[in-house]
């Protein structure tokens, strides 16, 4: 079974940073793209970044862009995001999610990671 | 405020058929068939349960379909079950924007 779980999140100050990252089993991760979705609370679900199996194509969304960074270690199954100069509206559950480059969906899910951004 | 938009509830009885619409507002998300559903129960993992607009994943129950129409995409759940009750949304791809959520749409079984 495929298995993703999320870690590093937390409670971080307005302009502070922080990495959260994803440790992924069951699959063969390198050769996923891999996504990183967020939900806020009480809001809907929303795409932040894309990274392509080997790195070679990044992308991300541009409420984040400038500001948050992904990257992976294939040798380590390891998905990461470093996030810089939060805000508030950046507080959400951040999941990591393999990627399907042929259908472009996001076919397995982990429990995510809880970033709170406050004062 | 998403491109795509999805109605804010959607309810049935028991054993209904109900239909979701996810509507882009752009063309070009609109003119994607990278069109995929979620099925997402809060405090738990979302799940995908349609995805290039109308294919469904080994291991997903046959009562969810979908289809395509122009710039709509539609998610029809037959015979409505307890279990079906959630947040669904759809999800494009399309190349600027890579990738775009529905806003989504929560379904109450009455």
């Known amino acids: 079974d495929v298995r993703l779980v999320e870690s590093g999140g937390g409670l971080v100050k307005p302009g502070g940073s922080l990495r959260v990252s994803c440790e992924a089993s069951?699959?063969?991760?390198?050769?996923?793209?891999m996504s990183w979705v967020r939900q806020a609370p009480g809001k809907g679900l929303e795409w932040v970044s894309f990274i392509s199996s080997s790195s070679g194509r990044l992308y991300y969304a541009e409420s984040v862009r400038g500001r948050f960074t992904i990257s992976r270690d294939n040798a380590n199954s390891s998905l990461f995001l470093h996030m810089s100069s939060l805000r508030a509206e950046d507080t959400a559950v951040y999941y990591c999610v393999p990627t399907n480059s042929f259908a472009w969906s996001f076919d397995y899910w982990g429990q995510g990671t809880l970033v709170t951004v406050s004062s | 405020q998403s491109a795509l938009t999805q109605p804010a509830s959607v309810s049935g009885s028991p054993g209904q058929s109900i239909t979701i619409s996810c509507t882009a507002t752009?063309?070009?998300?609109?003119?994607?068939?990278?069109v995929s559903w979620y099925q997402h129960h809060p405090g738990k993992a979302p799940k995908l349960i349609i995805y290039?607009?109308?294919e469904g994943p080994s291991g997903v129950s046959n009562r969810f379909s979908a289809s395509k129409s122009g710039n709509t995409a539609s998610l029809t759940i037959s015979g409505l079950q307890a279990e079906d009750e959630a947040d669904y949304y759809c999800?494009?791809?399309?190349?600027?924007?890579?990738?775009?959520f529905g806003s989504g749409t929560k379904v109450t079984v009455l």
């Open positions: 752009t063309s070009e998300v609109g003119t994607s068939d990278l």
């Open positions: 069951g699959l063969t991760f390198s050769a996923y793209g």
């Open positions: 290039e607009a109308t």
């Open positions: 999800c494009s791809s399309a190349i600027s924007t890579t990738f775009v």
